[in-house]
């Protein structure tokens, strides 16, 4: 119960991160528009680890014996189904850090639009790992 506080206030200041960037922006109109802006995506980026630290610090399931020798059916599906959402949560994680990246060094590097189809690729590649099994 108390890693489920923890993850819920951690959840929390998350998501008040993620509504209060913008006002970052309003209130450091009268600075350089490239500080507000990275301010803006630090604070993006500082909200998304803190919910990727989230997800992967939770607790795995865990079946035990005496349960597994009983319902090994519905023991193997729940098992699968916690990989699969696990596995979708890191490539949503990962997903939204590259874009984030993507973004910075469009503005800031003076990149050009290939960034973007990197940036796809590096998703795409990783989905593919995921899909073959080699990423747990």
Same mark, same amino acid.
């Given at each position: 119960?108390?890693?489920?506080?923890?993850?819920?206030?951690?959840? *929390?200041?998350?998501?008040?991160?993620?509504?209060m960037s913008p006002v970052s922006m309003i209130?450091?109109?009268?600075?350089?528009?490239?500080?507000?802006? !990275?301010?803006?995506? *630090?604070?993006?980026? /500082?909200? !998304?680890?803190? /919910?990727?630290?989230?997800?992967? *610090?939770?607790?795995?399931?865990?079946?035990?014996?005496?349960?597994?020798?009983?319902?090994?059916?519905?023991?193997e599906i729940k098992e699968k189904n916690y990989?699969? $959402?696990?596995?979708?949560?890191?490539?949503?994680?990962? $997903?939204?850090?590259?874009? !984030? /990246?993507g973004i910075l060094f469009f503005f800031f #590097?003076?990149?050009?639009?290939?960034?973007?189809?990197?940036?796809?690729? #590096?998703?795409?590649?990783?989905? $593919?790992?995921?899909?073959?099994?080699?990423?747990?």
């Amino acid at each position: 119960m108390k890693e489920k506080k923890k993850r819920a206030l951690m959840i *929390t200041i998350a998501v008040a991160l993620y509504i209060m960037s913008p006002v970052s922006m309003i209130l450091g109109s009268h600075l350089s528009g490239e500080i507000t802006i !990275t301010i803006f995506f *630090t604070e993006i980026a /500082l909200a !998304t680890s803190i /919910l990727i630290y989230s997800e992967m *610090t939770k607790s795995k399931y865990y079946a035990t014996s005496a349960k597994r020798a009983d319902d090994t059916i519905i023991e193997e599906i729940k098992e699968k189904n916690y990989i699969g $959402s696990r596995n979708r949560a890191i490539l949503r994680s990962v $997903s939204a850090i590259a874009w !984030t /990246l993507g973004i910075l060094f469009f503005f800031f #590097v003076d990149a050009n639009l290939l960034i973007f189809i990197l940036c796809w690729a #590096v998703i795409r590649l990783l989905k $593919s790992f995921m899909e073959l099994g080699e990423v747990k």
